[in-house]
Nanobody, 115 residues
Framework: QVQLVESGGGLVQPGGSLRLSCAAS????????MAWYRQVPGKQRELVAD???????KYVDSVKGRFTISRDNAKNTVYLEMNSLKPEDTAVYYC?????????WGQGTQVTVSS
């Protein structure tokens, strides 16, 4: 069974940094695009960043220049380095992986940016 497990969320002050990790297990096919989404209560889940197998990243405008997505294909892991965090970055962050015909989600990790 394919599983994605996120880690690295927490409470941070504005201007601070966090690094999220998402490790995939139970993989029998190669992972295509990996992505990070976020969701706040009452709003739709939004794509924050994604990265192709070859390492090409894409970001939502609101995080460009502050967040960096990367992946380690040998470890089936994707990372999200978040710098210069703002209160509006507060959300539950979800990892997503496209594997064959499946779209697999992690359980989510809370990121709270507050003084």
């Amino acid at each position: 069974q394919v599983q994605l497990v996120e880690s690295g969320g927490g409470l941070v002050q504005p201007g601070g940094s966090l690094r999220l990790s998402c490790a995939a297990s139970g993989i029998t096919f190669s992972i295509d695009t990996m992505a990070w989404y976020r969701q706040v209560p009452g709003k739709q889940r939004e794509l924050v960043a994604d990265i192709t197998t070859s390492g090409r990243p894409k970001y939502v405008d609101s995080v460009k220049g502050r967040f960096t997505i990367s992946r380690d294909n040998a470890k089936n892991t994707v990372y999200l380095e978040m710098n210069s965090l703002k209160p509006e970055d507060t959300a539950v962050y979800y990892c997503n992986a496209a594997i064959a015909t499946l779209s697999v989600w992690g359980q989510g990790t809370q990121v709270t940016v507050s003084s």
